[in-house]
């Protein structure tokens, strides 16, 4: 296939365009934020309200009230719109749900490595926003980077969370990580999860795009994150339901907000034709800010799939992932959520049903409450922020893996961790995510190329000295380490080449890149 850079564009339909519904909610005022900045010191446990001590009750600022109002005033009928988006939804939402409980580890897509998918499995995995990618490593290989890890991260002295016990380690730049993101079964997994997000539909090309809006979706960069060894019996490492990449600025941010505009705005498409697989029609997918509080651990790159490298065999009830296997109508129940309110609260009523019936929710336009969201953290989700979704039975455990298995789920997957490991072995992964070559990921791939070189963690992350001193079990890997062209690209050591084949959108986009 050719080298395509995405170029998501407006298009006038007949009537009102979908570019009037962005821009008035584009129109919104919000307190203009500082740019991202290195993330101070600290854990995995600084990314998230419950783990570093917060609440999920925790109230907003009272100048989210004002955004709350300024965002239903944004447009006429913009409350009718919103109830009547919410009655379709919630018996929508709770089919789906019943679905889910009643599949339980059978509703997870599981394809083959270098497996090309057709129409049917693609659909597959679009609708579950999770994917199990078979025997990317070998077994073997992958079990021979986790005795190296263990090594290393003994032989130096490594930190984590938790401190007495490390577990999630503040590692980035081992020989193990760094041979693993640079592989060329990774790198190849990764770009083809990627080209699952495209322009919308039906949009004609025409109307000429800064470079901060290009997408190139089949030139991978690799985004150095931690790793994960848990013990069995492991009960600290629990991470509840949550979605990473940004809290409240989903409806804070004015870019980021008009991603949503089928789901909130009266002149949009509704949210039954909302794609989460769309870029936007201005590539408002690489431009909204989803880090705007400098949070430690909040992702300032374009993530469209978050993902990790199984180091273990790992199932259900041994510390693995759990995810929400439903994008469309979870993505717009969370996003329609602040604008409602229950009437009367759970124990007021006679029973769950009738607590969740939407007659006993109204509509929300005035108070500064955005469920689940805290400054400077990720939106964090509960059965009492968000009880239509059903979290004690939806949130399913992620089936069986084997060393070398890798799994990826989209941005806007609802996901968690077990909180417990129950098993005999340990339950080990490397995060490895699919990010895309955009200008803003590759600023940021090549400032972390120099944390590479200097062995310091990347702006995203907990600062500090990092690895720069590791000499021990080998020493933490260098530059040099990494020979294959198109790796040294991913790792942002080399400008991405030109090719003679690519659409003009991708050149532009490589030419500005060997110009940084």
């Known amino acids: 296939?050719?080298?395509?850079?995405?170029?998501?564009?407006?298009?006038?339909?007949?009537?009102?365009?979908?570019?009037?519904?962005?821009?008035?909610?584009?129109?919104?005022?919000?307190?203009?934020?500082?740019?991202?900045?290195?993330?101070?010191?600290?854990?995995?446990?600084?990314?998230?309200?419950?783990?570093?001590?917060?609440?999920?009750?925790?109230?907003?600022?009272?100048?989210?009230?004002?955004?709350?109002?300024?965002?239903?005033?944004?447009?006429?009928?913009?409350?009718?719109?919103?109830?009547q988006s919410w009655r379709t939804l919630l018996p929508r939402l709770s089919s789906e749900l019943d679905d889910i409980s009643r599949l339980q580890q059978q509703v997870f897509p599981s394809i083959e490595a270098g497996q090309e998918l057709d129409p049917s499995a693609v659909a597959e995995v679009k609708k579950r926003g999770v994917v199990v990618v078979r025997n990317v490593v070998p077994s073997s290989q992958a079990l021979e980077w986790k005795d190296s890890i263990r090594r290393y991260a003994s032989s130096n002295h490594?930190?984590?969370?938790?401190?007495?016990?490390?577990?999630v380690y503040e590692?980035?730049?081992?020989?193990?990580?760094?041979?693993?993101?640079?592989?060329?079964?990774?790198?190849?997994?990764?770009?083809?999860?990627?080209?699952?997000?495209?322009?919308?539909?039906?949009?004609?090309?025409?109307?000429?795009?800064?470079v901060e809006q290009l997408a190139d979706m089949e030139t991978p960069l690799c985004y150095a994150d931690r790793l994960r060894i848990r013990h069995p019996g492991d009960a600290k490492f629990a991470l509840g339901p949550h979605i990473d990449g940004g809290g409240v600025e989903r409806w804070e941010d004015p870019t980021f907000l008009s991603i949503w505009r089928d789901i909130l705005s009266p002149r949009g498409q509704g949210w039954t034709r909302f794609d989460n697989w769309s870029l936007g029609p201005r590539g408002e997918r690489m431009t909204a800010r989803t880090?705007?509080?400098?949070?430690?651990?909040?992702?300032?790159?374009?993530?469209?799939?978050?993902?990790?490298?199984?180091?273990?065999?790992?199932g259900p009830n041994e510390g693995t992932l759990r995810v929400l296997p439903n994008l469309k109508e979870a993505t717009a129940?969370?996003?329609?959520?602040?604008?409602?309110?229950?009437?009367?609260?759970?124990?007021?009523?006679?029973?769950?049903?009738?607590?969740?019936?939407?007659?006993?929710?109204?509509?929300?336009?005035?108070?500064?409450?955005?469920?689940?969201?805290?400054?400077?953290?990720?939106?964090e989700l509960s059965s009492a922020t968000h009880p239509h979704l059903r979290l004690d039975s939806s949130m399913i455990s992620l089936c069986d893996v084997q060393p070398g298995d890798m799994v990826l789920w989209s941005c806007d997957a609802v996901h968690a961790v077990e909180s417990r490991h129950a098993g005999r072995g340990d339950s080990s992964v490397m995060y490895i995510p699919a990010i895309p070559l955009t200008a803003n990921n590759w600023r940021y791939v090549r400032a972390q190329a120099?944390?590479?070189?200097?062995?310091?963690?990347?702006?995203?992350?907990?600062?500090?000295?990092?690895?720069?001193?590791?000499?021990?079990?080998?020493?933490?890997?260098?530059?040099?380490?990494?020979?294959?062209?198109i790796a040294r690209t991913a790792m942002g050591l080399e400008t991405p080449p030109n090719v003679e084949t690519a659409d003009e959108g991708t050149k532009k986009l490589r030419a500005w890149c060997a110009g940084e």
């Open 1 to 83: 296939m050719l080298a395509r850079a995405i170029r998501p564009t407006s298009l006038a339909s007949r009537g009102l365009t979908r570019s009037s519904a962005t821009s008035s909610l584009r129109s919104i005022n919000t307190a203009a934020q500082s740019a991202p900045t290195p993330a101070s010191s600290g854990s995995i446990a600084d990314v998230f309200a419950t783990l570093s001590g917060g609440s999920l009750e925790d109230a907003l600022p009272p100048r989210f009230s004002q955004l709350k109002r300024q965002i239903v005033n944004s447009e006429p009928g913009f409350q009718a719109h919103l109830e």
């Open 291 to 314: 880090a705007m509080y400098n949070g430690p651990g909040q992702c300032s790159v374009f993530r469209p799939w978050q993902g990790w490298l199984s180091l273990s065999h790992t």
């Open 450 to 485: 120099d944390c590479f070189k200097q062995g310091k963690p990347p702006s995203d992350f907990p600062q500090g000295q990092g690895e720069s001193n590791f000499t021990q079990a080998g020493g933490r890997a260098k530059p040099q380490d990494v020979s294959n062209d």
């Open 333 to 379: 129940y969370i996003v329609m959520r602040p604008f409602f309110e229950a009437v009367r609260p759970r124990e007021a009523c006679g029973s769950t049903e009738e607590y969740l019936d939407a007659g006993n929710w109204r509509f929300d336009g005035q108070s500064a409450r955005f469920p689940g969201c805290s400054l400077g953290h990720n939106i």
């Open 171 to 210: 590692l980035y730049w081992s020989r193990a990580q760094v041979a693993a993101r640079s592989h060329s079964e990774v790198l190849r997994a990764s770009r083809e999860m990627l080209k699952m997000w495209h322009r919308p539909a039906g949009e004609e090309e025409g109307e000429e795009l800064g």
């Open 158 to 167: 490594a930190t984590g969370f938790p401190a007495d016990d490390p577990q």
